[in-house]
């Protein structure tokens, strides 16, 4: 079996590529678990400035996370929360590089880099609320910090997903280049942090997120009990069915 997780290290500057490109790079238990392991060895690394996460292939950065890996918990949190968290944790900087689809929790995984580069053919959403769910609540109050109220509640609450040109308007992308030049973009970018002054980036990169984190544990707990109902919910049965099935959910509301 292929890696799911392809890591390659050049200088100052760190790949991470998802690697289940028959599945669209969606996030298996075991991607989810890789990417977790792999991003805190990546913290604990000193020689590592700037890592570029992206996909294997040109089709989709993530298409998602399967139903297991959402649901399923290690030492009580979502694997895919686990993995998504460990690259908000990363101390340097990381660049999401998008060609194809980023939705669903393959949105907040491109939303938890602090820049995302996307091809002009990319798109981009979260849609829970198409299978009965509510999202995690660190990921929903990163997206309000990200690109405001307004914009958050359009891309939670529609579960639509965006042109590469929409998401730049929205906030959601830094850049929209053509797909034949995203790499060279990309990692120009990349190399432009890591000639800067290492500790001073990782500095000014922890004082912008402690900035932001305004949600006390209880707060956290309360909002979490809320999201964890949908989970035993009959729409999230349906919106599961028919996801696999390929067909619009009858909702019920129960």
Known sequence: MPDVLLVEQKEHI???????????NSLSPELAISLRDTFIAIKADSNIRVVVLREAGEKAFCAGADPAAIIGEEAGESLVEAAIESVVACPCPVIAMIY?????????LAAA??????????????NPVKLGLVYFPRSIARFINLIGVSYAKEL???????SAERAKEMGLAHYVVQAE??????YSLAREIAENAPLAVVGTKSIISKLQEKMSYQEEKELRAIMERSWTTEDFQEGS????EKRKPN????
């Open 113 to 126: 880099c602090d820049f995302r580069i996307l091809s002009d053919t990319a798109k981009i959403g979260i």
């Open 181 to 186: 030049e995203l790499e060279d973009f990309t």
């Open 241 to 244: 069915k028919a996801f696999i």
């Open 14 to 24: 760190c790949t991470v590529a998802l690697n289940r490109p028959d599945k669209r």
């Open 251 to 254: 909702f019920l509301g129960k």
């Open 100 to 108: 194809g689809y980023a939705v669903g929790a393959g949105c907040d």
């Open 156 to 162: 939670l609450l529609t579960g639509k997903f965006f």
